[in-house]
């Protein structure tokens, strides 16, 4: 195997396991499969001008979600029912917030500052 060949596919993997503001998708965290899984208790979702990316995370229990700061608007994150209703971040244009999901369940969240035009979801299994 050439020196080059572990950089490659390093380079590859990065790409899937990183946040971007380049459009909506959907990932799975936390054990989860296909794009974007990772086997880790920590996931991410980029918050970039006007959207969040992926707008829709599947998570197991106890698993982390950090939100990340990438554009240079003014948004929160802000949980809108379940156990996490009111839970909020910061209103920032740059940072992260960290949150932990302790319950099951599937928890909508949305910018305060751009209300349910900006919104995404969170599966806990």
Known sequence: MSASRPLAIAG????FAAASCSGSSTA???????????????????VCDNHYSPTMST?????????????????????QN?????TTSSTMSSGSYTLAF??????????NVHGSVMSGTVTVN
Do not use: E, M, R
């Open 102 to 111: 302790p319950d099951t369940g599937t928890f909508n969240y949305q910018c």
């Open 28 to 46: 799975p965290y936390g054990g989860g499969t296909g794009v974007g899984a990772c086997s880790g208790t920590n996931a991410a979702v980029a």
């Open 82 to 86: 379940g156990t996490l209703a009111g």
């Open 12 to 15: 590859i993997f990065a790409l």
């Open 59 to 79: 998570i197991t229990k106890g698993t982390s979600i950090t939100w990340t700061w990438k554009g240079t608007n003014q948004h929160s994150v802000t949980f």
